[in-house]
């Protein structure tokens, strides 16, 4: 089989389409993933230093959900706290009333006061967030990690709201309110345990501030990484689709130039006939 020459022209005008081509089709990619470095093909040193970017910010998102979630779990466990407060203002205020009751109103408020009391054990049963309940057991913690290089972290100790545990509320119930002196006691009870709540709020309230102003942080810390990554590997469209625009003129270009080349072949060609 005879082999076929191309001339010079012709093969610089091949060759020249051939590149354009290649241009257009990572062109082409840029604009459909948005991605200026895909791969560390298209420039390694970009690309890993994106990835390092991006793994960074990913683990950091992880921080950034664990935090979001610590404070829910102390916002919870706050909520339970002043709750407790409303509950112990009631049985302060049936202590009192009971000072003027008789008979039957004084049966009343005792068993008023037992069932309120009751209902602020309750309510520290039930305020737990994902398995952790923080306003009921002392011995409970709940650890949150800030960082990825330092052990920074905050550990919170749960409070004990319980009416009769050591170390709770140490509320007793109301036997006898008949006797004045037993109502004034069930009263200085109850302003302890007030004193007491409000230093559980402060606590808590405390440790939710500091959370919220890590959870910012660590939001603006990731979006700051996440855009650090963008600008090593995104597109620019705008100037992409213009790109794109003067490749595929260019391409027009040479198939005119690759057809010019062909016609002195032709030339040739037609002496021969």
Not at 136 to 143: D, E, G, K, S
Not at 179 to 196: E, G, R
């Amino acid at each position: 089989m005879a082999e076929i020459t191309l001339n010079a022209a012709v093969r610089a005008n091949l060759l020249t389409l051939a590149n354009t081509q290649t241009l257009i089709d990572r062109t082409q990619n840029r604009l459909s993933t948005g991605l200026r470095v895909s791969s560390p093909i298209d420039d390694s040193k970009a690309f890993f230093e994106a990835k390092s970017l991006g793994d960074r910010a990913s683990d950091f998102s992880d921080k950034k959900d664990g935090i979001d979630q610590g404070i829910s779990s102390v916002k919870t466990a706050l909520e339970a706290v002043e709750a407790t407060d409303t509950l112990i203002r009631q049985l302060k205020g049936l202590a009192i009333s009971a000072k003027s009751a008789t008979g039957s109103e004084l049966t009343s408020i005792v068993n008023q006061y037992n069932s309120l009391r009751t209902q602020i054990d309750n309510l520290a049963g039930d305020a737990s967030y994902q398995g952790l309940n923080l306003v009921n057991n002392t011995t409970a913690t709940l650890t949150i990690s800030f960082g990825t290089v330092t052990t920074s972290i905050l550990t919170i100790t749960a409070v004990d709201l319980q009416t009769n545990t050591v170390g709770g509320l140490g509320i007793t119930s109301a036997a006898n309110f008949s006797a004045a002196s037993v109502v004034d006691a069930a009263i200085t009870q109850l302003d302890t345990a007030i004193t007491n709540l409000r230093g559980n709020a402060a606590s808590l309230g405390s440790n939710v501030a500091l959370l919220q102003v890590r959870l910012d942080f660590t939001k603006a810390y990731v979006n700051n990484l996440e855009e650090g990554s963008g600008k090593l590997t995104l597109a620019n469209i705008n100037e992409e689709g213009a790109n794109l625009v003067s490749l595929q003129t260019r391409q027009q270009l040479g198939i005119s130039a690759l057809a010019f080349a062909g016609q002195s072949e032709q030339s040739v060609l037609s002496l021969f006939q």
